[in-house]
């Protein structure tokens, strides 16, 4: 039988001609595809390609109108782009990688709006993955840090301490852990010294000496003498070692009271810790300076902060460090996507490159951003330990008659191996900061033009950046709008007060210092406002701001009290009662050794027993 | 429509000239085009081999048609036999050499489902096979002479779709 069916050749060979015609047509479709879905996985909201062209010939990819949703503002495009022209290398592209020789972008536009929604919909992915997952976990920073702005309101209503619980107290729980505490270290050292079984000891040293009390040679002979003898000198010396035992115990009970004290000791730090708590909780206004910055400004601020970590981690997340194995979701298909395993392996291609891309971009318009601008990229990938160098980025300006007198943004990320490394100075003078409602103090600032600048550097998990405003000619406009004005007289004259003092600052300066896991870095925020803020509420409203002060701590105070003496008492009767237990073993041990030993002298005079034994070594000797 | 031109193709390849090795032949790579997904490097090969060799065209049609609801069935079966195969260390080598040549890296062979897909087809295309061969067997001595004589039957066979498919008869 024939195995080959040579007439099917030709139809093979017409096959496979259309199937290549199919993938010729297909491309485009296939890469404006490739770069939406990629995109929008990556960024974590939606990614749009007008066109994409692939020109086989010289191996040149163009592509149209590509305008990424920003995934904090949907309704809002990240940027837009009206061109952009790459060489793609074809070698590579045989491997399925991307390997960019040379690549021109033109007609780059900022904060677009955009008609639809850039949104996602919302999907069951994996949990703790994804953009969706590292937005969530922004958003959870955000809530933690972001400080209410000042309140004058409370200060108009009587304080309302019963709103303060007594369940919420840190002392209590403090007062409550000492006292278990002490119930649990009370029963452990009673059992303890029960193991320890000094009764035992003596029991048989006390029978002893009541049996060698009347006793003599005549009674006992000879040989039962010197039996007894050696009785006593065994019991005298389990006696000793006995002694020793209860020492070493009182020793580690001490050990242990100190546990119970150290838990006394942080019942007033607990205390302390309360009166904050209890005082935020009828959010009485601080003159302290340092918390006023953060009361002002950290609205604005942890939002920027927030867009700093989640694209930070988001670039950790795509572009990992080292040479292992890397998990992406598969390509979006009617069959199940699964997950591509890639392999990176040094000195080969990796799969997205771009070796150097140079850009002119020109922002139009009358925006802050406008402008002709100039940026260089070099050895962007997705692979880096497979590539060997760090990517390194910068940006100037370079002319325009709108928007900022000078901007220059460079930076670098080495995520060659672990703990990565990324950097970012930007620094833009002459830039329309924003207008910003200060909450609380009824006012809004419009910082008009000013200098922005911003450092950021990332090592491993850590992040440490500062970000600073400064504006040396700022209006100032009473906002009636977004807080209405006090009802009564007198807090209508502490507004009055804030507003004249911060509505005679000219120049201000507000610095942004975030440092610490990039999971939740601290934030605090300084600003030459405070101080005018601070004095002008410790001028206005000091007197009745203690007053309320004094009222919390004294609520907190008798929600405490009892529960803190009482389990200072209890530690003390716990201390007291295992010293007494344990002196009251060592006095009766003492008691019999002195007895024994009083008869063991007499027992070894009588002639023919031995040498008088002297008494037992001092404990230190006996060590 | 569907249906009919299923049941079309299962005739055509039950009762074509082939013998029944070259049908089951034909079925047991036809699986392969229903079990990993369509569009991928290896199914050229296939088609290729389907094409050139004398096994009965209409049963890889038969074959095709049959996998593809299984396929979609056990995509996650496919997932997790391919995560199995590709974190599996003594296998890296390997994977790293496909997804680093030319060519070899369009197979796409580091996806989860391709792979898992791809390797479940060998293993079973020599039990699918046999299997296949047998019930081709079994049709035409048993069941065969009942059905020509139905109704269903002729209207089947009687279709253009029918001749077609004589085209591609072993």
């Given at each position: 039988m024939k195995w080959i069916r040579w007439t099917a050749l030709l139809p093979l060979a017409v096959t496979l001609v259309l199937i290549a015609l199919a993938v010729y047509f297909y491309l485009d479709p296939a890469v404006r595809r490739g770069v939406e879905v990629t995109g929008t996985e990556a960024v974590g909201a939606r990614v749009d390609l007008a066109s994409a062209h692939v020109a086989?010939?010289?191996g040149s990819v163009t592509l149209r109108g590509l305008a990424v949703t920003d995934p904090a503002r949907p309704m809002t495009n990240l940027f837009e782009v009206e061109e952009i022209v790459f060489r793609a290398a074809v070698v590579p592209a045989l491997e399925r990688k991307v390997v960019i020789d040379t690549m021109a972008v033109r007609g780059v536009r900022f904060g677009t709006v955009r008609k639809t929604s850039g949104a996602l919909p919302a999907r069951a992915g994996v949990a703790g993955e994804g953009p969706g997952a590292l937005r969530r976990a922004v958003d959870d920073w955000r809530s933690r840090v972001k400080v209410p702005p000042i309140s004058?309101?409370?200060?108009?209503?009587?304080?309302?301490?019963?709103?303060?619980?007594?369940?919420?107290l840190a002392t209590l729980r403090a007062a409550r852990g000492a006292h278990a505490y002490a119930d649990t270290a009370r029963a452990k050292l009673i059992a303890d010294l029960q193991a320890l079984d000094p009764r035992g000891t003596i029991d048989s040293a006390t029978a002893l000496a009541t049996r060698l009390e009347k006793a003599s040679l005549r009674s006992l002979g000879l040989g039962g003498v010197r039996t007894a003898v050696a009785d006593v000198r065994r019991t005298v010396t389990a006696l000793n070692e006995l002694d020793d035992r209860l020492r070493d115990f009182q020793a580690a009970t001490r050990a242990n009271a100190a546990g119970l004290t150290e838990r006394l000791e942080a019942i007033p730090a607990a205390r302390q810790a309360d009166y904050a708590y209890a005082r935020s909780l009828l959010r009485l206004p601080t003159f302290d300076i340092p918390s006023i910055g953060p009361q002002l400004f950290s609205p604005i601020f942890t939002e920027k902060v927030g867009e700093l970590m989640y694209w930070a981690r988001l670039l950790e997340q795509y572009v990992p460090p080292g040479l292992e194995r890397q998990f992406r979701a598969g390509p979006s298909r009617v069959r199940a996507s699964g997950t591509d395993v890639l392999f990176p392996k040094a000195r080969v291609y990796p799969d997205f490159l771009t070796r150097l891309a140079e850009l002119t971009l020109a922002i139009g318009g009358e925006g802050a951003a406008a402008g002709a601008y100039s940026a260089r990229v070099e050895g962007l990938t997705t692979q880096p330990a497979v590539y060997g160098a760090p990517t390194r980025f910068e940006l100037t300006r370079s002319g325009g008659r709108a928007g900022p007198t000078d901007v220059r943004v460079s930076g670098s990320m080495d995520h060659r191996r672990a703990p990565v490394q990324d950097a970012l100075q930007a620094s833009f003078s002459g830039i329309t900061l924003p207008t910003v409602v200060l909450n609380g103090v009824g006012a809004r600032l419009d910082f008009g033009t000013g200098v922005s600048e911003l450092r950021v550097a990332r090592r491993g998990d850590s992040l440490d950046g500062r970000w600073l405003w400064r504006a040396t000619r700022v209006r100032w406009t009473r906002d009636t709008l977004t807080q209405a004005r006090a009802t009564s007289p007198a807090m209508r004259l502490v507004e009055d007060a804030l507003w004249r003092a911060v509505s005679r600052i000219d120049s201000v300066e507000v610095e942004a210092r975030f440092d610490g896991p990039i999971s939740g870095p601290r934030l605090g925020i300084r600003t030459n406002i405070a101080s005018a803020v601070g004095n002008a509420l410790r001028d206005q409203m000091g007197d009745e701001v203690r007053r309320a002060e004094q009222q919390v701590r004294a609520r907190v105070d008798a929600l405490v009290d009892a529960r803190v003496a009482e389990a200072r008492t209890k530690a003390d009767a716990v201390k007291a009662d295992v010293e007494a237990r344990i002196a009251a073993e060592r006095a009766r041990l003492e008691e019999q050794k002195v007895a024994l030993e009083a008869r063991l002298k007499e027992l070894v005079r009588?002639?023919?027993?031995g040498s008088p034994v002297t008494s037992s070594p001092a404990p230190s000797s006996r060590r | 429509m569907l249906l009919l031109k299923f049941l079309q193709t299962m005739i055509s390849a039950l009762n074509s000239e082939g013998t029944p090795g070259q049908i089951a032949a034909g079925m047991a790579l036809g699986l392969c085009f229903g079990l990993t997904p369509l569009v991928s490097l290896h199914n050229v090969l296939v088609l290729a081999v389907a094409m050139l060799t004398t096994v009965s065209f209409p049963g890889v049609m038969l074959g095709w048609a049959i996998a593809v609801p299984v396929g979609f069935m056990l995509d996650p079966l496919f997932d997790r036999v391919g995560m199995v195969l590709l974190t599996t260390d003594a296998l890296t080598p390997l994977f790293v050499w496909i997804v680093n040549t030319p060519v070899v890296s369009?197979?796409?062979?580091?996806n989860t489902i391709v792979l898992g897909s791809l390797v479940s087809w060998l293993v079973l295309l020599v039990p699918s096979y046999v299997l296949f061969r047998f019930l081709v067997a079994r049709y035409r001595r048993d069941l065969y002479a009942r059905l020509e004589r139905s109704r269903a039957f002729q209207v089947v066979k009687a279709s253009k779709i029918w001749n077609v498919y004589q085209l591609f008869r072993p």
């Open positions: 086989l010939g010289d004058l309101n409370t200060l108009t209503q009587s304080v309302n301490v019963d709103a303060i619980s007594a369940e919420s009588i002639p023919g027993i | 369009l197979s796409r062979l580091n």
